[in-house]
């Protein structure tokens, strides 16, 4: 196998040329990226409903917060992204380093870049799971107009989060007590649960207005 080029940033490429890298046959952009950038497009959503919501309450302290914080999980998510691939590229140095004269150099330098690399999803499931609640904030108190794009945002988060949380497990299998694989498992069902309730909020809100 060729070694992986080093990958354009993730905010440097089109979505049309990001798209294609994940397509190929390159190893990377590849799950974790591709994760990492729904949660990014997830908290532009929840970004652009609170800049709505905004418009009709623009004193609102807490509305001002929700569009802050999602605008700076959502650089971050990007950061991953490229983190990410990163991260793979050591995974792939540490494989082809030499078995001989002594295989276990090469055995904990694989180690060590799988626990590095745990790194990244576990981060990115905090932040979607973190998405994914402002999505469901602002599906219940924002701009009526906007539920059904706060909720998208949520749903989406709470995908993103579901696939850091597998990405953690296969990076930590040989360290099943790791206190990263629990945290992974809770933040994707913590997302999870707040996509459901901004959805329900979206229906509710869907009900009152017949």
Not at 98 to 113: L, T, V
Request: aromatic share 2%; proline share 5%; glycine share 8%.
């Amino acid at each position: 196998m060729s070694t992986p080029q080093h990958p354009l940033s993730a905010s440097s490429r089109s979505i049309g040329d990001f798209l294609a890298a994940v397509a190929s046959d390159e190893p990377t952009p590849g799950g974790g990226a591709v994760s990492a950038i729904a949660a990014a497009l997830a908290a532009g959503l929840a970004a652009m409903a609170g800049r709505y919501a905004l418009r009709k309450d623009p004193g609102s302290a807490l509305l001002a917060g929700l569009v802050t914080r999602a605008d700076a999980l959502r650089a971050r998510a990007v950061a991953l992204a490229d983190a990410d691939a990163g991260a793979y590229e050591r995974y792939v140095a540490a494989t082809r380093l030499p078995r001989d004269p002594d295989p276990q150099q090469r055995r904990a330098a694989i180690r060590a870049a799988l626990d590095a690399a745990a790194s990244v999803p576990a981060e990115l499931g905090s932040l979607a799971a973190e998405v994914a609640q402002i999505g469901e904030e602002l599906a219940a108190r924002g701009n009526p107009h906007l539920r059904s794009d706060a909720s998208t945002a949520s749903l989406l988060a709470a995908a993103a989060a579901g696939g850091a949380a597998i990405f953690v497990e296969v990076n930590l299998s040989t360290h099943p007590d790791d206190a990263r694989l629990t945290a992974a498992r809770e933040h994707a069902a913590t997302a999870a649960a707040a996509a459901r309730r901004a959805v329900a909020a979206g229906g509710d809100s869907a009900d009152r207005s017949r």
